[in-house]
């Protein structure tokens, strides 16, 4: 009985924090060349980052980090607040590991021309977040972004442990 409680409460924590899934829709004519961060919301470590390129048009759905192809084809992950953090390729068992234990924390994105691959630049930094479920994490981020190219809204809906990154035409 007492094992069963155990793995119960191990089961259940493990499934509180989560990382969720992270679900982008570009709704704007422009690629987008993206930093995305996940981060524990209590010590903001472990935290996981990478950088992708995601077409115009386009919505998807990234479940885990495993799951980020063909979006992303690697993960640095930082365990402590000194040292250089390790690089992974996807799948790969630290990142399935770490997944459990973040939460999707941040988008960083710049608009791109698809055709020429050059950079749109916009009136704004759209830097993509929830500051309030990592306060101490020390990243600048806003829920709402708009500009005069795109406008962008990160929210996350806990019942459905979704993070939504939405970007439209401005």
Known sequence: MKKTLIISSILLSSMAFAQGSLNIFNNSSYDLAMRVEAGNTANCLPSVITSM??????????????????????WSVRLSPTGSPTNVTVPSGLLTTVSSLTRWQFCWYQTMDPVTGNTVYDTVDFNMGDPSAFPNCGWSSSPTVIGTVT???????PSANATYLVIDPA
């Open 53 to 74: 390129n995601f077409p115009a048009l386009t919505s998807d759905v990234i479940n885990n980090f495993n799951d980020s192809l063909p979006y992303a084809t690697g």
């Open 151 to 157: 406008q962008a809204f990160w929210f996350y809906i």
